[in-house]
């Protein structure tokens, strides 16, 4: 097993699983001896251990999404889909076959149809719904094939009609995703960032972290290679439960004080998975805070989450139960789903699973969930699908064309809203060919104009004027100032960071670097930059002192313990284009033009199609007098991005310098033409002939 790493409980387990009694002498571990659903439970030897006292949670976990996240080839399950079949993805004719000696193999295929090579995959990723190949790469890691198995398995709720359709067949996560075609992103291909040979769909990078237990990746930034390291393969339990130094006095391998963790613990510990997030360490443990190693992603910018907060590309669900009010209150992962399955605890198809709550009168942390009666009549009629309580309050999304998932915002559905800002709602969602004002009116005569709603409304209008470029600061700091939920309070921050920062601005931030939340410090941190308090870069937090050094970088000195546990982070993410680019930046910091130099060069080659590290790196080369060279680079950057009006004012900047003021006064009226209120490109203008 390439990469296994046999040190600790691991070199026990591997060596006839002995164990140390308490009296210090050896003795044989008990072992589960019987059969479960597991694709091979002779692969997880240390969780086997375990399995021999918790037989019930083993064989519960062992038919799990978390126990099938990773595994090896297996020629009995893997034959279905390589049985030569053919499809076309990412550009590429690609056919899956299996060999007279039973291994598996991608051919890639000419037009005429023959075969330039072919590669055998190693690992595969998932059961349900879709499965996908890892292929080894040049970089000594894996890459993550976008053509994906369909394996016709359907086990979690919200099986749809269409899902009928599918199963046991190939198809290509990116083609058939609808969201990546209306977002113009169009078919991947060979070279850029996001094609499957590329660093976006590297699994050491991308994936692993979150499929395996006790991973590594082991990238070298010097060498740009992978030597990745982990304990077991999946989501085991020595993921969520930590392991001892040494076995207790009973022989368990979990120490007592571990054994019963607090709800939050479990449920930072599901968080550093089902999150979208920036990684600042990869030393998580359970029992640790997610706030310590982990940057959570808000609604800041658009595409990415919906102004109210609602799931939009794939963001998976910690972020929108901490906007939610249930997540702020401490309802937690555990109290909806089995830890071990990680089904629901009780159905959502008659509403128990929400209704054992909101019918009960029941409390979490003093706050009582809102009283729905069980004899209510709801929207819908009963036996409706809008008569479910998680259809109007947790709508789905497709993810890798065929992964059905649902929204953890639990916000109610506000036409209203929807008329102002755009937002989806599930009201048109369901009932298709009605519009919001139809819906709109059918909430407000069943229930009257719904008052209540307005204590939403105010954050998600001034978020909703900032994704759209509306610098309102008034809007949003009265928002700001009503504001409970502090993974609210942390998404204006981000969003006033981004705006003018007028005194009223920089004293709300000051007071927000007090707040109790480290997701509202480190806001405010990007909010104050130069003006950060000491006391941000010496936080109990390291998500709050990463983002203090981040804001406040050309400010912080070069002895700053917080600046070398930043330096780590970055080099933790070196391997990824934003890696570099902040790697260019401390370099810059540091007056090693030429280290920053290379990190630009890194950053362009990781996606020579991004816009962003061209730009910087040509106005690195102007300032080191290298205009021609400056000039290539956003030629290069224009003709990737001809409708960016940004780019067409940075062109125009290093053609003026250059000389060419007729061709940079025509690059400065396209970027005015593509935005009217870009004032740089406007006072350029004045001084160029046109």
Known sequence: MCGMKTSG?????????????????????????????????????????????????????????????????????????????????????????????????IGFLKDD?????????????????????LVKGKDGGYQVASAAWDSGIRGRAGLRAQDKEHGNQWFDVFRDDAR??????????????????????????QCA???????????????????????????????????????????????????????????????????????????FTVGDRFDDHFRLELPRVPGVFQSNGVQLDEDYCETGFRLSRMGMTGVTCIDCHNAHTGALLYPAENNELCLRCHAEHEKVNGVEAPYVARTDTFTCPAGTTGHQCVECHMQENTYMGRDVRRDHTLLPPDPRLSQETGTPNACVTCHKGKDNEWAAQAVEKRYGKVSWLEGYRPRFRAVAAAMRGEHNQEQMLAAYAKEENPAWRATMLGLLAQMPRTEAVMQVAMQSAEDASPMVRAAAAEVLREQCPQKLFTDSCRSVRHSAVRAALPNVPADSPALKEYEQTLRLQADQPAGAMQLAQLALHRRDTAAAEAQYKRAIALDPASMVP????????????????????????????????????????????????????????????????????????????H
């Open 9 to 105: 409980i691991m070199a026990c387990a591997a060596a006839g699983l002995l164990l140390v009694s308490c009296d210090g002498g050896a003795k044989k571990a008990h072992k589960y001896t019987g059969h479960s659903g597991h694709w091979d439970q002779d692969a997880v030897p240390v969780s086997l251990q375990c399995a021999a006292c918790h037989a019930k949670q083993f064989e519960e976990w062992a038919g799990s999404d978390h126990a099938w996240a990773m595994r090896t080839m297996k020629k009995e399950l893997d034959a279905p889909a390589f049985s030569g079949q053919k499809i076309t993805a990412h550009g590429e004719t690609l056919h899956f076959l299996t060999a007279p000696d039973g291994n598996q193999h």
């Open 113 to 133: 149809g023959t075969e330039t090579h072919s590669v055998q995959p190693a690992y595969a990723i998932g059961k349900t719904p879709l499965v996908q190949y």
């Open 180 to 205: 990546q075609s209306a977002n113009g992103m169009g078919e991947r291909k060979p070279g850029e960032w996001g094609h499957w040979t590329g660093r976006g769909m590297n699994w050491d990078s």
């Open 209 to 283: 972290w979150c499929h395996m237990s006790g991973f590594h990746k082991n990238y070298d930034p010097e060498k740009d290679t992978y030597s990745a390291t982990w304990q077991e393969m999946g989501v085991t339990c020595i993921q969520c439960h930590k392991l001892a130094d040494k076995p207790a006095a009973d022989g368990c391998m979990v120490a007592p004080q571990d054994r019963k963790l607090s709800p939050k613990k479990v449920h930072d510990n599901c968080a550093s998975c089902h999150a979208r997030r920036e990684e600042l360490d990869d030393n």
């Open 614 to 689: 061209r730009m910087d790196y040509a106005v690195l080369l102007d300032q080191l007098n290298r205009p021609v060279e400056a000039l290539q680079q956003m030629l290069d950057c224009a003709r990737e991005h001809p409708q960016e009006a940004e780019v067409q004012y940075r062109l125009a900047l290093v053609l003026a310098e250059v000389g060419q003021r007729q061709a940079a006064a025509h690059a400065a009226k396209k970027a005015l033409e593509l935005n009217p209120q870009h004032g740089g490109a406007a006072q350029l203008l004045q001084s160029l002939p």
